[in-house]
């Protein structure tokens, strides 16, 4: 009894302290979860003023400090944003001279911080909780600096942040029992808080609280405003320059998650002994009964296993030595089978590989050569567009033309994706911001009659392209609503799988250790054996004529097979559909980089050499550089660019692929000829392409076909600013 009973007790001891840290652990990743969660919803609405600010201070009317103009056009945005409790623009000394609510004469800002850092550092300034002298209520104001036509600051434009709304989202959110969360301005003035948030609000939180969880950086147990311990955790908003906006404060009690354990254990202990003895009983009247057929039974595996018959198990529950022994038997025969089963797989993968390769070959090819006429189609519409005059019949025909060339040129687009011949940025990113911010577009798409679901299960960590990866969610989804054209529910989750999970999928294209997973469910149709074999090939598709590609799901499989990962499906007709990507998972977090938007039409007088064989592609550059200021020479072959007599030119642009030579080879003996010249390399095929076949360095300065008048002159200027300013050869 005791050699059965001790091991019992002490690994059930041991049990209920691991069960205890896991417990522990769980709450400490919880509180960083809804910290995030909660500075993530207040990082969208700084996000939110900075991009209602920068639309502001290029309104026309702002930098020309029409107030009364200036006001008008600003008011309809207290309606539209509810966040915003006002928005306008002050002078230098402070006086507001534009305000989208009504204000009392002679109102004065100077003494504002974000003023004063708006007019300091020229960037986004952050405020500090206050009365707003127009509204009357509190807000957290943000400044950001309007430039006239020289560049000198002529004026701030300002908006406030409506404390009340702050306080109102907080109150939406569904808390953990006991929670305390703060959300603090920088000083660590209370915004919004639960619970109490009228007691606290304007007001400074506990200074002792905000301070620990700064300094500990990560969950840690401290005693709340409420005397009751909890775990708190300190999480920050901050503008586009990396200034603190917010702090965020959040606390989940410890007791709560720890004391029900506690007490469990303490039946289950008991429970446990008394079963033990019981068990012991048991096992002296029934062990010979038990093992001697336990053994014929594995005996009657191992003769079928030797006879080919794969399938045999002994269907002896784990448990003993022999328990043991037979579940590793199962084990084994489990693995011969799928072996044999992955064999065949693996012959029908190769056969279809081939089939893809081949047409992904001519989708590369066609795509290319789309990407010239549709290069002269967007540059001659939009430059067509741009000169006709407002209210010209022929700018709205003009406008159908380009519109046309950008349809054909998001269709080259998805050829190139399931061709795998579309230039990748992949990078780590989180499978479930990309899931949740594409949720407003999916509803839009899908339509009232599909009832849409997110599920998020905390951060999930992989290195993908994120547009690749909104493109597969947004075709499984496309086809999801098709399967239902009657409305249904369609499921988005997001979450992640152990190594040893048992739901993890085998199969020789399954990447090792834990995975990513994204997975999309309907309550469709389904989709019938016979189907699922062909969903993957390209071009096959059930839909009627005009209806679908045929290159949705494909595109999917290339946009999982290039991360790395693996893709499942689970169907029957008239019961719904499963599909479920797997990426192999990454320690981290995504972090994304905002991009500075560049000047509309650059002009320059500049001299531009363009090498391009298409003569309608040479014609529309050369048209455009010269229609904004640029001398333009242009030849359609390397032999006539080296015939090039004169001074030298400031820019070189020149095809990759030329008929008798190519780009790169004609800039290195350009660049010995003129060494100040920059060089600006352009091509139908994608970068990531050129640069596996060893064509293209990665350095190289290159801009794809298609491309509009507008990038054209953006890259230009680019490739102006990048030129050699010595007498060294170029690297091109």
């Given at each position: 009894?005791?050699?059965a009973?001790?091991p019992?007790?002490?690994i059930f001891v041991?049990?209920?302290?691991a ?7 769980q709450?400490?990743s ?5 910290a995030?969660?909660i500075?993530?919803?207040n990082?969208?609405?700084?996000d939110?003023?900075?991009?209602a600010?920068?639309?502001?201070s290029r309104?026309?009317a702002?930098?020309?400090l029409e107030?009364?103009r200036c006001?008008a056009n600003?008011a309809?945005?207290l309606?539209?944003e509810?966040l915003l409790?006002?928005i306008?623009?002050?002078l230098?000394?402070g006086?507001v001279?534009?305000?989208a609510a009504p204000r ?8 504002r911080?974000f ?9 986004l ?10 509204r009357?209520?509190g807000a957290?104001?943000f400044?950001?600096?309007v ?5 000198a600051i002529v004026?701030?434009a300002y908006?406030?942040l409506?404390?009340v709304?702050l306080q109102a989202?907080l ?6 029992p006991g929670?305390e969360?703060?959300?603090l301005?920088r000083r ?6 639960r619970p109490s948030?009228?007691r606290?609000?304007g ?10 969880a700064?300094?500990?950086?990560s969950?840690?147990a ?6 009751v311990?909890?775990l708190y955790?300190?999480r920050v908003?901050?503008?586009?320059d990396?200034?603190?906006a917010?702090?965020?404060l959040v606390?989940?009690?410890l007791?709560a998650v720890?004391d029900?354990?506690?007490?469990i254990?303490n ?13 012991l009983?048991?096992a002296?009247?029934v062990?010979?009964?038990?093992l001697v057929r336990?053994l ?5 595996a191992?003769r079928?296993?030797a ?10 529950a784990s ?16 693995a011969?089978e799928?072996l044999?089963?992955e064999k065949?797989v693996r012959?029908?993968?190769l ?7 081949a047409v992904?070959?001519l ?11 549709l290069?002269?189609m967007?540059?001659?519409g939009?430059s ?9 019949p022929?700018q ?5 033309i ?5 349809r ?8 190139l994706a399931f061709s795998?011949?579309q230039?990748l940025?992949?990078r ?9 911010g594409m949720?407003?577009?999916l ?26 990866v909104?493109?597969a969610?947004l075709?499984?989804?496309v086809n999801a609503?098709?399967?239902m ?8 989750g ?5 190594a040893?999970d ?6 020789a294209?399954?990447p090792?250790?834990?995975?990513g997973?994204?997975s999309?469910?309907?309550t469709g ?6 189907t699922?074999a062909r969903?993957?090939e390209?071009?096959?598709t059930?839909?009627?004529?005009g209806?679908?590609?045929g ?5 999917v499989?290339?946009?999982v097979t290039?991360?790395?990962g ?15 990507l ?8 995504a972090r994304g ?11 320059g007088?500049e ?7 298409d003569?309608h592609?040479?014609?529309?550059v ?5 229609q904004h200021g640029?001398?333009?020479r ?8 080296r ?5 030298a030119p ?7 692929i030329?008929?008798?030579?190519n780009?790169l ?5 350009l660049s010995?000829l003129?060494?100040?010249a920059?060089?600006l390399?352009?091509s ?11 064509a293209?360095?990665?350095?190289v ?8 008048a ?6 230009v ?7 050699p300013?010595?007498s060294?050869?170029?690297?091109a």
């Open positions: 009894m005791l050699v009973v001790v019992t007790v002490a041991s049990s209920v302290r069960q205890q840290q896991l417990l522990a652990q709450a400490s919880a509180v960083t979860n809804l995030s969660l500075a993530e919803r990082q969208r609405a700084v939110v003023v900075r991009g600010l920068l639309g502001v309104i026309s702002v930098a020309s107030g009364a006001s600003l309809p945005l309606t539209e509810p409790i006002n306008g623009a002050v230098p000394d006086t001279y534009c305000s009392p004469a002679n109102v004065n800002l100077a003494d911080p003023v004063r850092d708006a007019l300091r550092f020229g960037g300034g952050v405020g500090e909780y206050v009365i707003s002298r127009i009357g209520v957290l104001g400044g950001y600096p430039r006239g036509p020289d560049g004026a701030v908006a406030s409506s404390t709304r989202d109150d939406e959110l569904e808390l953990p929670s969360v703060a959300v301005d660590g003035v209370t915004l919004s808080a948030g009228d606290w609000a007001k400074a939180f506990d200074e002792r609280l905000v301070a620990k700064r300094i500990a950086g969950p840690v401290l005693v709340g405003t409420d005397e311990e909890r955790d300190l908003v901050t503008g586009s990396g200034t603190v917010m702090q965020i606390g989940i009690p007791g720890i029900p354990v506690n007490r254990a039946r289950a202990l008991f429970g446990s002994l008394v079963a033990s003895a019981l068990a009983a048991l002296a009247l062990a010979e009964f038990l336990r014929r039974r594995l005996g009657e191992a079928k296993i006879a080919g018959d794969l399938s045999a198990r002994t269907g002896i448990g003993d030595e022999i328990g043991q022994l037979a579940g590793r038997f199962d084990d084994m025969s489990r011969l799928e044999d089963r065949r012959e029908e993968q056969r279809q590989a081939q089939k893809m390769e992904g070959q989708a590369g090819g066609v795509a290319h050569d789309f990407n010239n006429l290069t002269v967007l540059s001659a939009s067509l567009r741009d000169r006709l005059p407002q209210g010209d022929g709205e025909e003009a406008r159908e380009v519109e046309a060339a950008e054909a040129a998001a269709l080259t687009r998805q050829l795998r011949r230039h940025a992949p780590l990113v989180d499978l479930g911001e990309i899931a949740s949720e407003a577009m509803r839009r798409t899908l339509g009232e009659a599909v009832a849409l679901r997110f599920e998020v299960q905390g951060p999930t960590a992989v290195w993908a392209d994120p547009g690749q909104e493109i969610l075709n499984l989804c609503r098709d399967a054209p009657r409305g249904g529910r369609l499921d988005v997001v979450g992640t799988v152990a040893d048992p739901v993890r999928p085998v199969g294209d399954v090792a250790g834990a995975l997973v994204l999309v469910r309907d149709t389904g989709i019938d054996a016979a699922r969903i993957f390209p071009f096959f059930t839909k009627g004529q209806r679908g590609t290159l949705g799901l494909p595109i499989h290339g946009v290039e991360a790395g693996a893709i499942r499906v689970e169907s029957d007709a008239g019961r719904g559909t499963e599909f479920r797997f990426f192999p998972l990454r320690a981290g977090e980089a905002l991009e500075r938007l560049a000047p509309a039409h650059p002009t007088t001299t531009v050499l363009v090498v391009e064989d003569p592609l040479r014609g529309v050369r048209r455009v550089l010269a640029y001398v333009v242009a030849v359609g072959s390397a032999g006539d660019a015939a090039v007599t004169g001074s400031d820019l070189i642009i020149a095809d990759i030329l008929p008798d030579g780009g080879d004609l800039a290195r003996e010995a003129w060494p100040t920059g060089v390399f352009i139908g095929y994608a970068g990531e392409h050129l640069r596996a076949i060893g293209l360095p990665q350095d300065h290159l801009l794809p076909k298609p491309f509009t507008e990038t054209l002159l953006v890259r200027r680019e490739g102006l600013a990048r030129k300013s010595g060294q050869p170029s690297a």
